[in-house]
């Protein structure tokens, strides 16, 4: 067994990528929060910001793939492991019980999927700006033009909030399961990695959601 | 029958080293020619087939069992004897032979017990090398308790778990070997008969407990590692699948049957709860050192024990045994707590309970103090009769533990079948006719690790045996025999289970056959054992195919043999006139109750030779010589 | 105590298999669930029908023979109990009782409630050993080990191999099982040479056993009934890790031992 298989082929080492990938993608999620959060500091910082992040150039380049890439890699383990573990069982128990497994654990291919589907649409929204042809008519650079835009239309922002859910979700178990994976539960660790999960899930909830909600109510316009 | 038991000859410290020095050998590159059988994965047969592969001879190794690593020895609690003397408190080989010898109340072979007690240091090496977790100090080195009937603490454990530990230790040994392809290992297979050719035992027929397929397996040798016969008694602390069947077919191919009324009762086990009750828990021995034993002094007294002042209850082991107290060795602690039931002053539903009361002991040290040290069994105990012994004493009663007869074998453990050795509980070797506590692992594992490593090759060099295979007419007939016997049983389609016939067996034996024997009891049970034999082959109902698992039909072939076994053993029980460690005949004791042995007419192992269906099994005798230990009376007051 | 029983009954490898409702009334509370299910047994047979197969020996928590997974439960409700330790007061008065096999592709039905669990073996034979002879090692005690680490070890060597965990885990995963195994010889000192070597060969069998993999919900934690710790499945995580970037791996032809 080379390496290579060691990590993609072996149950241990494919959770390590899972775990990885997993990591890189919260930290994403997190930068793209804080960022996104500067929308409350009105549109000229919002718009500078984005301005800024675009003048990144090759830099910009190079998180973009790296980023990519993880995600696809998170996607594929995702499914390769998940496609297995249902084959580990082909019957099931007539009575089924669950002792301490959160619920968040059991559904992560599904909110893990849902997320899938956001970020398909997402990037559709703001990024390739093919769903709103109206943020065509936007100036050029006002990204806080286009999120107003964006969720002024309430079923857009409710699937933003719903999917924002899924999203705490997978990262309530997610982000402690991920010192699991890389062996990191242990000891005088294990009180801060079990919490960690739920906090990080509720700042992305209450974090993301909040914007679509203040655009919807007029708080930010 | 020949017992010559082949004891070298010299001093006895020099017995071993010069017999492994005169032992023939076989060279490497000629091993794999050798296939060995060994039908058990315990601590005797996992240890054997390890080594025995490591040295290159070609092994299967048989359990009935899902699992090699589940084999009954994986249940011993308290710990394993070695004279490494690591504490300094005085102790040595000598001292492990001398302590083993008396405990076993003189009716051991010296030689062998030296043996024994020689390799034990060796055991706890080999453990160790293998990663034994074994309990240790702060310093990192090994810990040390004191066990029943010894001076100094020889005793090495891992919690209270020490047979696990061991036999996982065993178990790896033999994984290893598995995958380097020197063991194979056959699970769930049940061996049903011996196969003797010319004479030798070159091999097993056995049946796959999954498909129900009847095979043969042929070798150069047969080694039978294959666990005690206690559940003779239906009610013991041993395994549920634990039988006699491997022994008593190797028994009716012609091996001697040593000494089988040689049983142990062990004193602390929580005592029956009904007539559904299926296995008895034992409690740890050392829960004595703190408990104090009593019962009421009135008979049928109801009322709950706090409600009995301290003048109404009879402490009977210290009011009998002074100076030992609750300490009396297991078979007086056990009888005594009998005589109380007997005379209708037993506890708890039935009446056949008696109290150990830890209320001195929490006054002393607080409830704390006993948690500290009997925790894990204080929550045992609750978790199975729901009682709190912390406010309520434990009710406590005796138990079938382990049996020191079984098949004999010489100095080699070879028995009087040429090719047929025989290791660990199954055999009759060491512990005469009672087992110090901490000394069944121990020999189990020198059995395995120490001894038939260099017997079984000098067999090999100096016999020539041709390689057979089992297309032989030998092989055929067994494996017919085990297929006819199946389906008699699943024909005979009468009214009761199988486990009801285990049952009534059971209770002969535990009442005529137990802790106490008598001349007339023996004689009731040997008239009622054929009786209920034949009862069961007319009557017993054993549902279910033979082609498929089928757990009556496993039961129904050992509670058979069982059938058979039992008589022996009330044979064997009431030709011996005397009282001596497990045997206690009540004819035969001193004006105040205690074991009357009679060195005169009894100081040998008697061996008993099956003579076929219906005739009397004959008695042989191997007379027991005692040149380093002087035979003296044991005395407990 | 009066009780409804639902057990799966299948006649042997591979054929249909139904859950069967089968009353037990007059049940005492102080009989083990075991025992409930002997008595059971002896009333199917008096009616002429064949008894409930399940695996058992011990009969005292420690063999890891029994395994049934009661309402859902490995071992049902109590925690830190086998099977066979757990008594019928745990339950009510006409409860509904649900009593299946231990459920995973890798732990074949063989009858009723007995598994084939050969795949633990197989993974314990893939490494679970320190390679010596039976010989002469050194003196015992020239092998200290720390009581901290002996300690630990221990905690992971109580594993009875029972196969709980596999039942629990919504995933089919060995992982508590092979970790325990894994941790033990890894944290003394004579598991040290085949440390890395060890843990390549136990993950890659548990694979190739077609076991489900682990997402770290715990199920087997709480089913154990050794209870033993999800931080040994961390601790095998590290194990791996360090081992595939530091082991070699085997050359063609020497397949390993
Ligand atoms: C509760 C309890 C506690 C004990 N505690 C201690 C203690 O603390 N210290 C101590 O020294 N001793 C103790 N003992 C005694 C000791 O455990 C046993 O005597 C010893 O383990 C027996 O080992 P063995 O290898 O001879 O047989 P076993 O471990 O009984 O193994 C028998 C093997 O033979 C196989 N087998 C049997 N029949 C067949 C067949 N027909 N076909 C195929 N395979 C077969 C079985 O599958 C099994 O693998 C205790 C015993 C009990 C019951
Ligand atoms: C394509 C969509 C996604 C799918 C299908 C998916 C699926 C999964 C699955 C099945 C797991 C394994 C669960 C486990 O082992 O406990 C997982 C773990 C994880 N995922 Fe996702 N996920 C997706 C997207 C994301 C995103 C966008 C993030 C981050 C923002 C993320 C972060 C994590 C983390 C941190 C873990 C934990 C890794 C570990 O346990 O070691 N996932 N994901
Ligand atoms: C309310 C919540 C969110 C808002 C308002 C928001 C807003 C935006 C905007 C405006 C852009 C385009 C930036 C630009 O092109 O200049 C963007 C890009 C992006 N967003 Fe979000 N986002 C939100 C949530 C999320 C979440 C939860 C994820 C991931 C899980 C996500 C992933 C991305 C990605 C991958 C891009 C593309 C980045 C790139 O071009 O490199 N977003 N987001
Ligand atoms: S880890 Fe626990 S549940 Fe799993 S096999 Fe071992 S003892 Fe059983
Ligand atoms: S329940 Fe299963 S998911 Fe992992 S932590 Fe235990 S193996
Ligand atoms: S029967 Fe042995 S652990 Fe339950």
Not at chain 2, 175 to 182: F, K, Q, T, V
Not at chain 2, 589 to 594: A, I, L, S, V
Request: overall charge positive.
């Amino acid at each position: 067994m080379t390496l290579c298989d060691r990590l993609f082929k072996s149950p241990v080492g494919a959770k390590m990528l899972m775990a990885v990938t997993g990591l890189m993608l919260t930290g994403f999620v997190l930068a793209h929060l804080s960022g996104n959060l500067l929308i409350f500091a009105g549109r000229d910082v919002f718009n500078a910001y984005a301005k800024g992040l675009h003048s990144l150039g090759a830099l910009l380049w190079v998180a973009r793939i790296g980023l990519l890439g993880a995600f696809a890699l998170h996607l594929y383990l995702a499914i390769t492991l998940t496609t297995q573990n249902r084959a580990a069982r082909p019957v099931g128990y007539a009575h089924e019980a669950t002792m301490q497994a959160t619920l968040a654990s059991r559904y992560m291919i599904h909110t893990g999927m849902l997320m899938f589907a956001f970020i398909v649409y997402h990037l559709a929204h703001y990024t390739f700006r093919v769903v709103n042809p109206e943020f065509a008519s936007l100036e050029e650079g006002d990204v806080y033009g286009m999120v107003i835009a964006g969720f002024s239309s309430p079923a857009v922002s409710a699937f933003y909030v719903l999917s924002m859910t899924a999203l705490a979700a997978h990262l309530r178990h997610g982000v402690s399961s991920l010192f699991q994976s890389l062996g990191l539960y242990h000891g005088n660790l294990n009180p801060v990695t079990d919490k960690l999960g739920p906090i990080v899930a509720l700042i992305v909830l209450v974090g993301f959601s909040s914007i679509p909600i203040a655009v919807l109510t007029g708080l930010v316009k | 029958m020949n017992l010559d038991s082949k004891t070298p000859s010299g001093p006895i410290a020099g017995k071993w080293e010069k017999h492994k020095f005169e032992m023939k050998l076989i060279n490497p590159a000629n091993r794999r020619k050798y296939d060995v059988i060994v039908v058990g994965s315990g601590l005797a047969g996992a240890s054997a087939a390890a080594t025995l592969g490591g040295l290159g001879y070609n092994v299967s190794c048989f359990c009935f069992q899902d699992s090699p690593r589940r084999a009954h020895s994986i249940a011993a609690q308290g710990g394993i004897n070695a004279a490494k003397n690591y504490q300094g408190d005085g102790d040595s080989v000598f001292r492990l032979f001398y302590d083993t010898i008396k405990g076993g109340d003189f009716r051991s072979r010296e030689a062998n017990v030296y043996r024994l007690a020689e390799v034990s240091r060796n055991i706890i090496d080999q453990c160790v090398a293998q990663g034994v977790p074994f309990a240790r100090d702060y310093g990192g080195l090994l810990d040390n308790r004191s066990f029943g009937g010894a001076q100094v603490s020889r005793t090495f454990y891992a919690r209270g778990q020490t047979g696990q530990q061991l036999l996982l230790g065993a178990y790896s040994a033999l994984n290893r070997e598995i995958n380097r392809g020197s063991v194979k290992m056959f699970s769930r297979k049940e061996m049903l008969e011996l196969v003797i050719v010319d004479g030798r035992a070159r091999g097993v027929i056995v049946r796959d407990l999954v498909t129900g397929e009847v095979t043969s397996h042929a070798a150069h040798a047969v080694i039978l590692a294959s666990g005690g016969y206690g559940n003779v008694f239906y009610l013991s602390t041993n395994a549920k699948g634990s039988n006699v069947t491997a022994t008593w077919r190797a028994h009716l191919k012609g091996a001697g049957f040593a000494n089988p009324c040689y049983t142990q009762i062990h004193p602390t086990c929580i005592p029956v709860s009904g007539d559904y009750q299926s296995k008895l828990t034992l409690m740890s021995e050392s829960l004595r050192n703190d408990g104090r034993v009593w019962v009421p002094k009135k008979k049928g007294d109801t009322r709950s024990p706090q409600q009995i002042p301290e003048d109404e209850r009879d402490y009977y082991l210290e009011r009998k045994y002074p100076s030992f107290g609750n300490l009396a060795p297991r078979d007086i602690a056990s009888r005594s707590a009998k005589e109380a039931c007997d005379d209708g002053r037993g506890v708890g539903p039935g009446g056949l309970g008696v109290y150990l009361d830890f209320a001195d002991s929490i006054k002393r040290g607080g409830e704390d103090g006993i948690k500290r040290k009997y925790g894990n069994l204080f929550h045992m105990y609750k978790k199975i009769t729901a009682e709190n012994p912390y406010k309520t004493p434990m009710r406590i009663y005796p138990a079938v533990h382990y049996t020191m007869g079984g098949l004999w074998v010489d100095y080699n453990l070879m028995s009087n079948v040429p090719g047929l050795f025989v290791l660990g509980e199954a055999n009759f070797s060491d512990h005469g006719a009672n087992r110090l506590g901490a000394s069944a692992l121990m020999q189990g594992l020198a059995d395995g690790y120490f001894v038939i490593p260099y017997t079984l090759p000098n067999y090999f060099a100096s016999e020539s045996l041709a390689k057979i295979d089992t297309s032989d007419q030998a092989f055929k007939a067994a494996e017919e025999g085990v297929r006819q016997r199946t389906k008699t049983l699943l024909g005979i389609n009468g009214s009761r289970t199988v486990d009801s016939f285990h049952r009534e067996l059971g209770k002969i034996m535990w009442d005529k056959c137990g802790m106490a024997r008598d001349k007339a009891g023996l004689e009731d049970a040997l008239n009622k054992i054929p009786k209920l034999r034949e009862e069961f082959w007319q009557n017993v109902k054993v549902l279910g195919e033979s082609e498929n698992l089928n757990q009556s039909l496993e039961k129904a072939g050992r509670v058979a043999d069982f059938l058979e076994f039992g008589e022996l053993m009330c044979r064997d029980a009431l030709h011996r006139e005397e009282s001596c460690g497990g045997h206690f005949r009540t004819e035969h004791q001193t004006p105040d109750g205690e074991a009357k042995r009679n060195d005169n007419d009894f100081c040998y192992a008697g061996v008993w030779e099956y003579k076929g269906a219906g005739q009397k099994s004959t008695l042989h005798k191997e007379p027991l010589a005692f040149e380093n230990v002087k035979l003296a009376t044991r005395s407990y007051k | 105590m009066d009780i409804t029983l639902h057990v799966w009954r299948q006649r042997k490898s591979g054929a249909e298999g139904k859950m069967e409702t089968i009353e037990a009334p007059g049940i005492s509370d102080s009989a083990s669930f075991l025992e409930m299910l002997d008595i059971v047994n002896e009333r199917l047979q008096a009616k002429g029908q064949e008894p409930i197969a399940f695996d058992h020996d011990c009969r005292e928590g420690i063999c890891g023979s029994c395994s049934l997974v009661i309402n859902g439960e490995p071992h049902g409700p109590e925690y830190g109990t086998t099977s066979c330790q757990l008594h019928m007061r745990s339950f009510k008065n006409g409860q509904h009782i649900f009593v299946e096999p231990w459920r995973a592709r890798a732990f074949p039905v063989i009858k009723d409630l007995v598994v084939d669990r050969s795949a633990f073996d197989r993974i314990q034979q893939a490494g679970g050993f320190v390679s010596i002879n039976t010989g002469s090692p050194q003196d015992a005690n020239c092998l200290p080990v720390p009581k901290q680490n002996a300690d630990k070890a221990f905690d992971a060597a109580v594993c009875i191999g029972c196969g709980a965990c596999v039942a629990a885990c919504k995933n089919a995963s060995p992982m508590l099982f092979v970790s325990a195994q894994v941790t033990q010889l890894s944290l003394l000192p004579q598991g040290q040479p085949e440390r890395a070597k060890r843990v390549l060969a136990m993950v890659d069998q548990m694979k190739k056993e077609g076991f489900g993999n682990c997402t770290n919900q715990y199920e087997c934690e709480a089913a154990c009934p050794k209870e033993i710790s999800v931080e040994h499945i961390a601790r095998m995580n590290r194990e791996y890790f360090r081992a595939a970037i530091r082991e070699e791996s085997p050359k063609e032809g020497h397949g390993g031992e």
